[in-house]
């Protein structure tokens, strides 16, 4: 999948996925991305078409910062399927049993 036509303004993933890895590679402009466990925290800045970030499942993930001719590709080791991701943060810090 690509993410393309997003501007500084957007934020994308804004999710966790049960089952899914990811690598991210920016193959044209840059991006930020935002990974967490609910405890540790680091960001990313994607800008060169041979770096990319692996993303292991259970991480939640946050793609912004987009330069205007960002075009970032998204690699998943499984077929999308809407019920293993987890949208809500709050309920992803439960499931990693991370108290608020």
């Known amino acids: 999948m690509y993410i393309y036509g997003s501007d500084n303004e957007v934020v994308r993933g804004k999710h966790a996925n049960k089952e899914s890895e990811f690598v991210l590679i920016n193959v044209a ?58 949208r809500d943060y709050d309920e992803y810090l439960k499931i990693m049993g991370v108290k608020k």
């Open 29 to 86: 402009g840059k991006s930020k991305v935002r990974v967490t466990d609910g405890i540790d925290e680091h960001v990313d800045e994607l800008n060169r078409p041979m770096q990319g970030i692996y993303l292991p499942k259970m991480v939640w993930k946050d793609m912004y910062d987009f330069s205007p001719d960002s075009v970032l590709l998204a690699l998943a080791s499984t077929h999308y399927d809407g019920n293993e991701y987890i």
